[in-house]
């Protein structure tokens, strides 16, 4: 016999070690609470009980009707403790104590719950038809002899105890299900009905009275989801019916509240809502969405998602009473989903109110009509002992939760007001993962408010259910039991569970407890400052990572090639009914409206991977695609098209765009490196490029192999009219440019060409991405020149206004300095040295009196005052145009031949006075920056530092007239700049034809720089003729004038006037400049001849300018000529010689063009392209062994001879009428000359009365 309770004992073990859960609680010890039991006199007290050793070994359930009978088998435990006795004044004692309950077959207890009182088919009432234990009670009691002769009675006290205690435990259980139980049955049904009829049901059973006093602390009198969601959320306090009246106050506060909507977003004009509701509802929309999830998971109905290795879940559960300590680890297996591809409706983010927000989503199509979630999870028990602190027992379960329902759908709207200077905001992703809940709540005017939710479902699909999937009797008998107590709910409730949840989720008061909540967690607060976010991120994160096996070769990768897999076996993808697009962005106010986005043929593709990662190499990823060619059982390439209309401007289209892939392989494998901790201080929103390329540490090509069996194809078919091919187009109209695109694609196909070709395109990408801190001129509204001069731009008004401020101040001063010149000299206007060598500066000689010529005007102030105000505004001028304002901007645009504009861009280059000459630096030539500067610059400065030396002072007073003379001169020289630009203009300004019967053109125009510089001339020179015209002058006019000049001098005049109007029209209408463009531009312009006819096309204001100082100026010399052969006005003949030597461009154009231009020309125009797109032009001189752009200018010898001819005779003209070549002769007194040396005194002035 002792054998076999071995054998027994061994056996049993063994089955507990089999069973998780039993070997758990078999090594589990608890305290019990002391027990004090006072009878017949005698208080008899358990203390310090301590049980363990607890076993059962099955747990049986059944549904019956309305009801469930639970059965627990096996139940064994062992307790031990303390007594001690005392009563009848000498009855006392104390010793220990052992209560043990054999676990057997027979050791059992049995509970039956039935539903009763039938409405409806719902149970109002719970009873209690079953209760009943069978349990093998042993107890024990040591200590001195009188123990012993208690122990011989301790069968019959187990048995008594025994059966008092399971009649004292049926019987509170039944009162329990009738009172309690079924009060709470009768609560939840009210939940589960319509409030009308649970209310008039609840009276007819006579169920709705108050529960009586001394009630359970859990009931609750419930009258609707209202009451229910009011007592989980505030309890049964004194309040709790005036609930309903404080949520509707509380609405109606908020809604007062958002009257006033100053300063926040208006989400129905929102462009970046917008843009997301396009994209997600139009263009990839539940129907794609599904499609692509299909793709993934090839077609299968469950998606399996495996969970994170770290806990879901840890929690502590602390038991004094039992002097234990529970520890619960929670992990998420894996998630599964049904009916993932099933989604019917799907908007995450709408507008309906310029402050409400709408999430929508839905589930059920005819292919996939249920939706299904499942969680597989395990849980790890640790059992720890307060006193000690050691672990008592661990155990480690998994199981599984499934349920699925019929079409579910939620709806929620709520109101979200956005400060609008904080949206879309520049918050880092470092701030909102440190910090989230402060950051997203610092862009709000106040916390976010739900007005309505809506949840539905048709039915439970499938009913929730329990798996267990650890092995052990337990296990699966709680899991049974579960799934028992689900079907008898879905037995009862299922037809009223989606109504009843409909109805939850829309009460308002479950609406008013979530806004209260969200008033309390969602208030606006402070964001985390970036820096200290940025360094959180640092203190946790490694900067870099580069370990993409875990990444791209987990469960995701199987999604990935599936989804590849998918799009190409569908060989014909369609994206189509767009929607409203939003507005993009383009030139000319453009409009793009798209129909179709189509992918046909993609089964010529045999294989596409995407990011593969390699085992060599953590960091490497690669990526694949083969396409097949073109065969005779399949004559089709993978194709990619859009139907769509585009307008801009004046130009329209409408039609099909199409791009046929090349045949054969690409195989790349890059080196890819994360940076963590730049990506984390990435601003938040970034651009698309931005978002991708800023964060990578690395991304190095390592390998290529790129094998094309032919080229791919673009077509263009318009919707009315042939079909059109631009690459055939463009390699027709220039053949040279379609060869270095071959040369190019061979060098990218290689691993040195894919390297720099993604290295130049990404530093392009990072450049746009940085965000750097304003400059301190950019700051005080500088902008900057392509080489880095500032400037301003020149509709600021305030620099005009500013500008004409201190030409009024400096004109004052110069004319207030003349009245001081008078103020200061004693003598009177009689008396005053007024001769052309006087003491007195100029200035004040003018303010004496009237000139004597009476051209000048008849009021001497205001002469003085023109004079003053002259040599400022062509000071001031001068210093806004070479020192503050743009001089000069290279543009292009795309328009078709027809004339309509598609793109125009006319600052794509733009240059400042010193920038220009920086840019004949860089070009190699610094004769010509020197020029450049000395022309414009140095010359304007000086001729104003004569001028102002001759008007203010009395300096070199004998020199006066010379001084003048050099000064004018020098004031001429600023002309040359219309040389310089005019031609640069010109041979730069091409019209390149282009495929679709569309031209680009080049051009460079003038900024407001140049106009300031040619009125800065305009104002010099007149200042300067003035202050000659006002000089006292002793000699006698030109005979010319008269009309008594030598029969010589008159033929040399008008042969040299016939002779410049010729060499003027030959320059004019012939060819002068010959000009070749090498590099790859050179592919697409040809070399070209220039006549002077195309100086100015691309700027109206230089054509006329070129056309007043290069043709109206030398006929001005030939009316001067005319007007002076007939004698009758020799005055006006003598002014227009005067204007017209000093504003004509002849003399200055020919030596600059001939002197500075053809030199200059081409280091000008090749550095600023260089300079412009440098990674560029790197690439195609690595690739193709040519520079973007080259220019070689020479002379046309018609056009140059006729340019030489017009400047010679120009200048004999000049030599006569200015100069007086040929009229003086020595020792001979004309009579003019004679009458003004009788005259007495030789002064110019006489004196203002």
């Given at each position: 016999?002792?054998?076999?309770?071995?054998?027994?004992?061994?056996?049993?073990?063994?089955?507990?070690?089999?069973?998780?859960?039993?070997?758990?609680?078999?090594?589990?010890?608890?305290?019990?609470?002391?027990?004090?039991?006072?009878?017949?006199?005698?208080?008899?007290?358990?203390?310090?009980?301590?049980?363990?050793?607890?076993?059962?070994?099955?747990?049986?359930?059944?549904?019956?009707?309305?009801?469930?009978?639970?059965?627990?088998?096996?139940?064994?435990?062992?307790?031990?403790?303390?007594?001690?006795?005392?009563?009848?004044?000498?009855?006392?004692?104390?010793?220990?104590?052992?209560?043990?309950?054999?676990?057997?077959?027979?050791?059992?207890?049995?509970?039956?719950?039935?539903?009763?009182?039938?409405?409806?088919?719902?149970?109002?009432?719970?009873?209690?038809?079953?209760?009943?234990?069978?349990?093998?009670?042993?107890?024990?009691?040591?200590?001195?002899?009188?123990?012993?002769?208690?122990?011989?009675?301790?069968?019959?006290?187990?048995?008594?105890?025994?059966?008092?205690?399971?009649?004292?435990?049926?019987?509170?259980?039944?009162?329990?299900?009738?009172?309690?139980?079924?009060?709470?049955?009768?609560?939840?049904?009210?939940?589960?009905?319509?409030?009308?009829?649970?209310?008039?049901?609840?009276?007819?059973?006579?169920?709705?009275?108050?529960?009586?006093?001394?009630?359970?602390?859990?009931?609750?009198?419930?009258?609707?989801?209202?009451?229910?969601?009011?007592?989980?959320?505030?309890?049964?306090?004194?309040?709790?019916?005036?609930?309903?009246?404080?949520?509707?106050?509380?609405?109606?506060?908020?809604?007062?509240?958002?009257?006033?909507?100053?300063?926040?977003?208006?989400?129905?004009?929102?462009?970046?809502?917008?843009?997301?509701?396009?994209?997600?509802?139009?263009?990839?929309?539940?129907?794609?969405?599904?499609?692509?999830?299909?793709?993934?998971?090839?077609?299968?109905?469950?998606?399996?998602?495996?969970?994170?290795?770290?806990?879901?879940?840890?929690?502590?559960?602390?038991?004094?009473?039992?002097?234990?300590?529970?520890?619960?680890?929670?992990?998420?297996?894996?998630?599964?989903?049904?009916?993932?591809?099933?989604?019917?409706d799907f908007s995450p983010v709408a507008a309906v109110g310029p402050n409400d927000l709408r999430f929508k989503v839905s589930w059920g199509t005819a292919k996939r009509p249920a939706f299904?979630?499942?969680?597989?999870?395990?849980?790890?028990?640790?059992?720890?002992?307060?006193?000690?602190?050691?672990?008592?027992?661990?155990?480690?379960?998994?199981?599984?939760?499934?349920?699925?329902?019929?079409?579910?759908?939620?709806?929620?709207?709520?109101?979200?007001?956005?400060?609008?200077?904080?949206?879309?905001?520049?918050?880092?992703?470092?701030?909102?993962?440190?910090?989230?809940?402060?950051?997203?709540?610092?862009?709000?005017?106040?916390?976010?408010?739900?007005?309505?939710?809506?949840?539905?479902?048709?039915?439970?699909?499938?009913?929730?259910?329990?798996?267990?999937?650890?092995?052990?009797?337990?296990?699966?008998?709680?899991?049974?039991?579960?799934?028992?107590?689900?079907?008898?709910?879905?037995?009862?409730?299922?037809?009223?569970?989606?109504?009843?949840?409909?109805?939850?989720?829309?009460?308002?008061?479950?609406?008013?407890?979530?806004?209260?909540?969200?008033?309390?967690?969602?208030?606006?607060?402070?964001?985390?400052?970036?820096?200290?976010?940025?360094?959180?991120?640092?203190?946790?994160?490694?900067?870099?990572?580069?370990?993409?096996?875990?990444?791209?070769?987990?469960?995701?990768?199987?999604?990935?090639?599936?989804?590849?897999?998918?799009?190409?076996?569908?060989?014909?993808?369609?994206?189509?009914?767009?929607?409203?697009?939003?507005?993009?962005?383009?030139?000319?106010?453009?409009?793009?409206?798209?129909?179709?986005?189509?992918?046909?043929?993609?089964?010529?593709?045999?294989?596409?991977?995407?990011?593969?990662?390699?085992?060599?190499?953590?960091?490497?990823?690669?990526?694949?695609?083969?396409?097949?060619?073109?065969?005779?059982?399949?004559?089709?390439?993978?194709?990619?098209?859009?139907?769509?209309?585009?307008?801009?401007?004046?130009?329209?289209?409408?039609?099909?765009?199409?791009?046929?892939?090349?045949?054969?392989?690409?195989?790349?494998?890059?080196?890819?490196?994360?940076?963590?901790?730049?990506?984390?201080?990435?601003?938040?929103?970034?651009?698309?490029?931005?978002?991708?390329?800023?964060?990578?540490?690395?991304?190095?090509?390592?390998?290529?192999?790129?094998?094309?069996?032919?080229?791919?194809?673009?077509?263009?078919?318009?919707?009315?009219?042939?079909?059109?091919?631009?690459?055939?187009?463009?390699?027709?109209?220039?053949?040279?440019?379609?060869?270095?695109?071959?040369?190019?694609?061979?060098?990218?196909?290689?691993?040195?060409?894919?390297?720099?070709?993604?290295?130049?395109?990404?530093?392009?990408?990072?450049?746009?991405?940085?965000?750097?801190?304003?400059?301190?001129?950019?700051?005080?509204?500088?902008?900057?020149?392509?080489?880095?001069?500032?400037?301003?731009?020149?509709?600021?008004?305030?620099?005009?206004?500013?500008?004409?401020?201190?030409?009024?101040?400096?004109?004052?001063?110069?004319?207030?300095?003349?009245?001081?010149?008078?103020?200061?000299?004693?003598?009177?206007?009689?008396?005053?040295?007024?001769?052309?060598?006087?003491?007195?500066?100029?200035?004040?000689?003018?303010?004496?009196?009237?000139?004597?010529?009476?051209?000048?005007?008849?009021?001497?102030?205001?002469?003085?005052?023109?004079?003053?105000?002259?040599?400022?505004?062509?000071?001031?001028?001068?210093?806004?145009?070479?020192?503050?304002?743009?001089?000069?901007?290279?543009?292009?645009?795309?328009?078709?031949?027809?004339?309509?504009?598609?793109?125009?861009?006319?600052?794509?280059?733009?240059?400042?006075?010193?920038?220009?000459?920086?840019?004949?630096?860089?070009?190699?030539?610094?004769?010509?920056?020197?020029?450049?500067?000395?022309?414009?610059?140095?010359?304007?400065?000086?001729?104003?530092?004569?001028?102002?030396?001759?008007?203010?002072?009395?300096?070199?007073?004998?020199?006066?007239?010379?001084?003048?003379?050099?000064?004018?001169?020098?004031?001429?020289?600023?002309?040359?700049?219309?040389?310089?630009?005019?031609?640069?203009?010109?041979?730069?300004?091409?019209?390149?034809?282009?495929?679709?019967?569309?031209?680009?053109?080049?051009?460079?125009?003038?900024?407001?720089?140049?106009?300031?510089?040619?009125?800065?001339?305009?104002?010099?020179?007149?200042?300067?003729?003035?202050?000659?015209?006002?000089?006292?002058?002793?000699?006698?006019?030109?005979?010319?004038?008269?009309?008594?000049?030598?029969?010589?001098?008159?033929?040399?005049?008008?042969?040299?006037?016939?002779?410049?109007?010729?060499?003027?029209?030959?320059?004019?209408?012939?060819?002068?400049?010959?000009?070749?463009?090498?590099?790859?531009?050179?592919?697409?312009?040809?070399?070209?001849?220039?006549?002077?006819?195309?100086?100015?096309?691309?700027?109206?204001?230089?054509?006329?300018?070129?056309?007043?100082?290069?043709?109206?100026?030398?006929?001005?010399?030939?009316?001067?000529?005319?007007?002076?052969?007939?004698?009758?006005?020799?005055?006006?003949?003598?002014?227009?010689?005067?204007?017209?030597?000093?504003?004509?461009?002849?003399?200055?154009?020919?030596?600059?063009?001939?002197?500075?231009?053809?030199?200059?020309?081409?280091?000008?125009?090749?550095?600023?392209?260089?300079?412009?797109?440098?990674?560029?032009?790197?690439?195609?001189?690595?690739?193709?062994?040519?520079?973007?752009?080259?220019?070689?200018?020479?002379?046309?010898?018609?056009?140059?001879?006729?340019?030489?001819?017009?400047?010679?005779?120009?200048?004999?003209?000049?030599?006569?009428?200015?100069?007086?070549?040929?009229?003086?002769?020595?020792?001979?007194?004309?009579?003019?000359?004679?009458?003004?040396?009788?005259?007495?005194?030789?002064?110019?002035?006489?004196?203002?009365?």
């Amino acid at each position: 016999r002792m054998l076999a309770r071995c054998m027994l004992f061994a056996a049993a073990m063994a089955a507990s070690f089999d069973d998780p859960l039993a070997q758990w609680l078999d090594s589990l010890k608890f305290k019990l609470q002391d027990v004090t039991q006072e009878k017949a006199g005698i208080t008899f007290k358990v203390s310090n009980l301590v049980c363990q050793n607890l076993q059962l070994s099955d747990i049986k359930s059944a549904v019956q009707d309305v009801g469930m009978s639970i059965t627990l088998e096996g139940i064994g435990i062992v307790c031990n403790g303390h007594f001690d006795y005392h009563g009848l004044a000498i009855v006392s004692g104390s010793g220990d104590l052992q209560a043990v309950v054999k676990s057997s077959s027979s050791s059992s207890a049995t509970v039956a719950l039935h539903g009763t009182n039938m409405a409806q088919n719902l149970p109002w009432a719970v009873e209690a038809t079953s209760c009943d234990a069978n349990l093998d009670l042993v107890l024990t009691l040591s200590g001195s002899i009188i123990y012993d002769v208690i122990n011989i009675f301790k069968t019959p006290v187990s048995a008594l105890i025994k059966h008092q205690a399971i009649a004292q435990a049926c019987t509170q259980l039944k009162e329990m299900a009738a009172g309690q139980l079924s009060q709470k049955l009768a609560d939840f049904n009210r939940l589960m009905l319509p409030s009308d009829d649970g209310e008039f049901l609840l009276k007819s059973a006579g169920l709705a009275a108050q529960p009586e006093a001394g009630a359970p602390w859990f009931h609750v009198a419930m009258e609707s989801f209202e009451d229910f969601v009011e007592d989980v959320a505030h309890g049964d306090g004194p309040t709790a019916h005036n609930a309903g009246s404080e949520g509707n106050l509380f609405l109606a506060e908020r809604r007062l509240k958002a009257v006033s909507n100053d300063g926040t977003v208006d989400w129905t004009h929102d462009e970046t809502l917008k843009w997301i509701s396009w994209l997600v509802d139009d263009v990839i929309g539940p129907e794609r969405l599904d499609q692509a999830v299909s793709w993934a998971v090839k077609g299968n109905e469950t998606v399996i998602i495996p969970g994170p290795a770290n806990p879901l879940m840890t929690t502590t559960v602390k038991q004094p009473d039992a002097g234990l300590e529970l520890r619960v680890t929670a992990f998420l297996k894996s998630a599964s989903i049904e009916g993932a591809d099933g989604m019917s409706d799907f908007s995450p983010v709408a507008a309906v109110g310029p402050n409400d927000l709408r999430f929508k989503v839905s589930w059920g199509t005819a292919k996939r009509p249920a939706f299904g979630l499942g969680v597989d999870v395990k849980v790890q028990v640790e059992a720890v002992d307060l006193a000690s602190g050691k672990s008592q027992a661990a155990m480690e379960q998994e199981m599984s939760l499934h349920l699925a329902v019929l079409s579910p759908s939620l709806e929620v709207q709520g109101e979200v007001q956005v400060l609008a200077r904080e949206w879309p905001g520049t918050r880092s992703l470092a701030q909102l993962m440190v910090a989230p809940k402060q950051c997203l709540t610092s862009m709000l005017k106040q916390a976010p408010l739900l007005k309505s939710v809506q949840m539905k479902f048709q039915q439970l699909a499938a009913p929730l259910s329990f798996v267990t999937h650890t092995q052990g009797q337990l296990e699966n008998a709680l899991a049974n039991l579960l799934n028992n107590g689900v079907g008898l709910f879905n037995q009862v409730y299922q037809p009223l569970l989606p109504g009843a949840i409909q109805r939850f989720a829309g009460s308002q008061k479950l609406i008013q407890t979530v806004n209260s909540q969200l008033s309390q967690q969602m208030k606006p607060q402070t964001c985390i400052d970036p820096a200290l976010a940025s360094q959180q991120v640092r203190n946790v994160f490694p900067q870099y990572y580069g370990d993409w096996p875990p990444v791209f070769g987990s469960w995701m990768r199987q999604w990935i090639d599936n989804f590849f897999d998918g799009f190409i076996a569908s060989n014909t993808s369609v994206l189509e009914d767009f929607g409203a697009m939003p507005k993009v962005p383009l030139p000319l106010d453009g409009k793009v409206a798209l129909r179709q986005l189509i992918a046909t043929g993609l089964d010529q593709v045999s294989q596409l991977r995407v990011a593969l990662p390699t085992a060599d190499h953590p960091s490497w990823l690669e990526n694949k695609a083969v396409a097949k060619c073109p065969t005779n059982q399949a004559p089709w390439r993978p194709t990619f098209a859009v139907n769509g209309s585009v307008a801009a401007g004046n130009f329209g289209g409408d039609g099909l765009v199409s791009l046929e892939m090349p045949c054969g392989t690409l195989d790349a494998e890059v080196d890819v490196v994360v940076d963590f901790w730049h990506l984390m201080d990435l601003q938040i929103p970034p651009t698309m490029t931005c978002a991708m390329m800023s964060p990578l540490a690395k991304l190095d090509i390592k390998k290529v192999n790129a094998t094309w069996g032919g080229s791919g194809r673009v077509k263009v078919q318009p919707k009315d009219g042939p079909a059109q091919y631009p690459v055939e187009q463009m390699c027709t109209l220039h053949p040279d440019a379609c060869k270095l695109a071959d040369e190019m694609r061979e060098y990218v196909s290689s691993t040195e060409g894919a390297t720099r070709l993604y290295h130049m395109a990404r530093d392009k990408v990072l450049s746009k991405c940085t965000n750097p801190q304003l400059s301190a001129e950019q700051e005080e509204g500088l902008q900057k020149d392509q080489l880095g001069y500032t400037y301003v731009e020149p509709d600021d008004y305030k620099v005009w206004l500013g500008s004409s401020v201190v030409i009024l101040v400096l004109a004052a001063t110069y004319t207030f300095a003349a009245s001081l010149g008078r103020l200061v000299n004693p003598d009177t206007c009689e008396s005053a040295d007024l001769s052309p060598t006087s003491s007195l500066p100029l200035a004040t000689i003018c303010w004496y009196g009237t000139p004597a010529s009476r051209s000048v005007g008849g009021i001497p102030k205001i002469s003085t005052f023109v004079a003053s105000t002259l040599m400022a505004a062509g000071l001031v001028a001068r210093i806004l145009a070479c020192f503050w304002l743009p001089f000069a901007s290279a543009g292009v645009s795309i328009e078709q031949k027809t004339g309509g504009t598609i793109f125009k861009d006319e600052t794509l280059l733009q240059y400042t006075f010193f920038g220009i000459g920086e840019q004949f630096y860089l070009g190699g030539s610094l004769y010509c920056q020197i020029l450049w500067f000395f022309m414009s610059l140095v010359s304007a400065l000086t001729c104003h530092a004569i001028l102002l030396l001759v008007w203010l002072t009395s300096f070199l007073a004998s020199q006066r007239r010379k001084l003048l003379m050099t000064a004018l001169v020098l004031g001429r020289f600023a002309l040359s700049e219309a040389e310089t630009t005019g031609n640069t203009a010109m041979v730069l300004g091409n019209a390149v034809p282009m495929p679709l019967g569309l031209v680009q053109k080049m051009f460079l125009g003038l900024e407001a720089g140049a106009y300031t510089s040619w009125f800065a001339t305009a104002c010099t020179v007149s200042a300067n003729l003035l202050l000659l015209k006002i000089l006292p002058r002793p000699v006698a006019p030109k005979e010319w004038a008269s009309g008594e000049a030598p029969r010589f001098i008159t033929i040399v005049q008008a042969v040299n006037s016939v002779m410049m109007v010729a060499g003027i029209c030959v320059w004019y209408f012939c060819d002068f400049m010959h000009a070749e463009t090498g590099g790859i531009a050179g592919a697409l312009i040809p070399p070209a001849n220039y006549s002077g006819s195309g100086l100015g096309k691309s700027d109206l204001g230089l054509r006329v300018f070129i056309i007043l100082t290069a043709g109206v100026c030398p006929l001005m010399h030939i009316a001067a000529f005319v007007l002076g052969w007939t004698g009758k006005a020799p005055k006006v003949a003598r002014g227009l010689a005067a204007v017209a030597t000093s504003f004509c461009l002849l003399d200055l154009f020919t030596i600059g063009y001939l002197a500075t231009f053809l030199e200059g020309v081409n280091g000008f125009a090749s550095s600023a392209v260089h300079d412009f797109a440098k990674p560029l032009c790197e690439l195609s001189q690595e690739a193709l062994g040519k520079d973007c752009l080259t220019m070689t200018a020479s002379v046309v010898p018609l056009g140059t001879v006729g340019l030489l001819v017009a400047t010679a005779a120009w200048s004999a003209l000049a030599a006569v009428q200015v100069l007086g070549f040929g009229q003086k002769r020595v020792g001979e007194v004309t009579p003019l000359q004679a009458e003004l040396r009788a005259a007495e005194p030789p002064s110019f002035q006489e004196c203002d009365a």
